[in-house]
């Protein structure tokens, strides 16, 4: 079974605008992943946080983790039109395994 | 990050034909590989995990005789395809690790078309 899966499956906001995207995971994890990938090309590596952090900042991105829930949250701020993407979570428990995508769609 | 290449970045095969893939890393030795498939619109799928020298652990479902994976040296691992089939068509991306709690560096990927 699937263990990351993301939430919305598809989401549309106007540039500028502040995107967010959830991960829900069924089994404890040594690590949770973010990654981009432009229609038709490879993964891209946004950012790991570990299992004893609860928040990470890169640039514009901003991942929480709740262990306790097993969730997980993206948040890009001041979205711009090269963000339009799809974005996966990735879970290290006994193995990586990929939820299905957040397709992020920024309208000019 | 670390640099990893594949080739082909695409190829076009006939049905029964065999495809060969290749995995790079260009400045760092990986000690784990992965290899996964993207059919259009899902997620990826793990197929398969590689340590160097050793024999790949294929995910349920996945056929070890129809995917070949050698993962030659800490820099090359390959994956083939044989006797290719128009449902194997899909978009195949390896990807690198030091360590498997830790980052994986993935490759650009390498779409597959069986006609």
């Known amino acids: 079974s699937q263990q990351g899966e993301e939430d919305p499956q598809a989401l549309s906001i106007q540039e500028g605008e502040n995107a967010t995207m959830n991960c829900s995971y069924k089994?404890?994890?040594?690590?949770l992943q973010w990654y981009r990938q432009n229609s038709g090309r490879g993964l891209v590596h946004l950012i790991l946080?570990?299992?004893?952090?609860r928040e990470k900042h890169s640039g514009r991105l901003r991942v929480t983790l709740d262990t306790s829930k097993k969730s997980s949250s993206l948040l890009i701020t001041a979205s711009r039109a090269a963000d339009t993407a799809s974005y996966f979570c990735?879970?290290?428990?006994?193995?990586?395994?990929f939820g299905k995508g957040t397709r992020l769609h920024i309208l000019p | 990050g670390a640099v990893v290449s594949q080739h082909p970045s695409w190829v076009i095969c006939k049905s029964g034909t065999s495809v060969k893939i290749e995995c790079r890393s260009l400045d760092f030795q990986a000690t784990t590989m992965f290899w996964y498939r993207q059919f259009p619109k899902q997620s990826l799928m793990l197929m398969a995990t590689s340590n160097e020298g050793s024999k790949a652990t294929y995910e349920q479902g996945v056929e070890k005789d129809k995917f070949l994976i050698n993962h030659a040296s800490l820099t090359l691992s390959t994956l083939t395809v044989t006797s290719a089939h128009p449902e194997d068509s899909s978009f195949y991306i390896c990807?690198?690790?030091?360590?498997?709690?830790?980052?994986?560096?993935f490759g650009p990927g390498t779409r597959l078309t069986v006609t």
């Open positions: 946080i570990r299992s004893n952090e």
């Open positions: 089994t404890s994890i040594n690590n």
């Open positions: 990735a879970t290290d428990g006994d193995k990586i395994i």
């Open positions: 990807s690198l690790t030091m360590d498997r709690f830790y980052e994986q560096y």
